[in-house]
Structures are given as structure tokens and as C-alpha cells.
């Protein structure tokens, strides 16, 4: 027997996604759209001054550089994104805009940024925070890319984690949102830094539909966070939504995914791998 959940409802990845709701809750209890909702929310965490892995104020790649990724997805299927954007506070608004005044899903790099400044978005200094330059710098004494597994709390709590993220710092990822309306339609937003110290040039599965973030307004929507490449691997918000298409609920449709993704890796490997997926069902 299906039954019939209440809505609006919001959703979101890790402590960081408390206020992001509150945000997001202020549009839906009004009747707002699930679109505006997801845009409002994540746009808290991007702008919160000591964030390790969201916006401009998070960790740097190897070179010294925040890049961000983001994408947005509505309820008519349409999606955009931006991938490997820096100088740009709110890259959810810019994946917004991209959905919707060009013909094109995602845009890269400095077309990104040129295409945002050209929307009227002000390009900002391109300098660490304090919190993240100290993080970088104590990376620079080693220069090893050694990811650790994503924990919401670090202090005292992770003896494997290398000093700078064991100093109370917040040692997550992505923010994924996603959200019903009064009316019954779904949204979803996904915004993130990637991975602390990365390559240059690398880019997750956060602005990536289908990967990060993906939303089929007749079944459900689904968002992930952890480690990007593995949820790339196996396109893992489409599966879940999938499953859920299938007849799974959603906890169960997430567990699917996940398990894909642990049986094509080793018993070895997989101790060093974190992914988490949220989704709702219509």
C-alpha cells in the first residue's frame, strides 16, 4: 500500500544543511517553489565564512586555488551547471542561469566565470580564508594527497585525519538539497568545493546530472556527497532514482546505489571510500 507523505518537504547533505533548510523552509511553507527553495538554501552554505568545502571560503586545490561546482536541477527535467568556477560566490545561482538563459547544460572554467560576470555577478578576491590558508599551508609540509573519509565533527574523533582537520574543523563535502513543494514538484541543488588539496583541474560529480544530483519530477530526486569519482563511476543519483522508479523506497534505493558502488571496488580499497546518497520519492 502506497501512502501519501506530507509537503512541502527539504532535505540536505550534513550539519551544514541546518540553516540551508531553514532558508529553503522559509520559501516552501509559503507555497514557494521547490526550485527557488534548493536555490535559497545552498546559497547559505556557500556564503558561511569558515566552511571547509563549500564556496569561496573553503580549502584550496594543490595549487592554492578554490574552485567551485555546482548544479541545479527542476521539475520540468532542465538542468545547469557550472564546473571549475572561481571568483564566483554563489555558483548555484550561475548553474541556475545557465538552465535558463542559455541552450547549454553546463559551462567550464573561465567561460563560466565570463558567463557569470556577464549576468552581473561580481568577481571576488582571489584569496584563501584564514581557516584555509592555515589548512594549506600545513598541507605544504607533506604535499601528500591522502583524502580522508568525510566525518561531520573531526575534533578528537578521527586519528587518521593529519592535524589541520583534526583542530575542530569540519572535514565534509558537498551540499546536496533537494525538495517537494505544496504542489507536489520536486527540486534539487548540489554545491561544493570538491575534494580539499585536489589536482588542478579536477571536477566531481556535483555538477554533473545524473552523478551528484539528479530529479524525475514523476518518481523522486536524489543528491549524493563523498567521494566524487566513485559516484561518477556508476552514475549514482540516477540509479538510485531508478530504483525508486522500480518500486524501492528511498532508503532502500540509496542503499542499492551504494552497493554498487562497494561490489566494483576491493574489500581494501573500499575502507578509504566515503559516498552517501539522500533522495525522496513523489
Known amino acids: 500500500k502506497k501512502s501519501t507523505g506530507k509537503k512541502p518537504l527539504v532535505i540536505s547533505t550534513w550539519d551544514v544543511g541546518i540553516n540551508a533548510n531553514k532558508a529553503a523552509w522559509k520559501i516552501l511553507k509559503t507555497n514557494g517553489r521547490a526550485l527557488d527553495a534548493v536555490e535559497a538554501g545552498v546559497m547559505v552554505t556557500e556564503a558561511e565564512k569558515v ?82 590558508e592555515k589548512a594549506y599551508q600545513e598541507w605544504l609540509k607533506k604535499s601528500e594527497y591522502k583524502p580522508v573519509i568525510n566525518i561531520e565533527n573531526t575534533k578528537g574523533q578521527n586519528a587518521f585525519a593529519p592535524a589541520y582537520l583534526n583542530d575542530g574543523l569540519l572535514n565534509h563535502d558537498t551540499i546536496g538539497m533537494i525538495a517537494i513543494d505544496a504542489q507536489g514538484n520536486l527540486s534539487g541543488s548540489c554545491t561544493t568545493s570538491g575534494l580539499a588539496f585536489k589536482m588542478r583541474g579536477r571536477v566531481g560529480d556535483s555538477p554533473i546530472a545524473g552523478a551528484g544530483l539528479f530529479v524525475d519530477n514523476e518518481i523522486g530526486a536524489a543528491v549524493s556527497t563523498g567521494v566524487g569519482e566513485e559516484v561518477m563511476k556508476v552514475c549514482g543519483t540516477h540509479i538510485v532514482v531508478e530504483a525508486m522508479r522500480s518500486g524501492m523506497q528511498p532508503e532502500d534505493a540509496c542503499r542499492f546505489a551504494v552497493e554498487r558502488i562497494v561490489k566494483r571496488n576491493t574489500a581494501e580499497k573500499i575502507k578509504d571510500i566515503q559516498v552517501a546518497f539522500i533522495a525522496i520519492d513523489k
Not at 80 to 101: C, N, T
Open 51 to 132: 566552511n571547509c568545502c563549500v564556496g569561496l571560503n573553503a580549502y584550496p586545490d594543490r595549487d592554492g586555488h578554490v574552485t567551485l561546482d555546482a548544479s541545479i536541477m527542476d521539475e520540468y527535467g532542465n538542468a545547469g551547471s557550472v564546473a571549475f568556477i572561481e571568483r564566483i560566490k554563489h555558483p548555484i545561482s550561475v548553474a541556475r542561469l545557465v538552465m535558463e538563459k542559455t541552450p547549454h547544460v553546463m559551462l567550464a572554467g573561465s567561460g563560466a566565470q565570463q558567463f557569470a560576470v556577464e549576468q552581473g555577478f561580481p568577481l571576488e578576491p582571489d584569496k584563501l580564508s584564514d581557516e584555509a
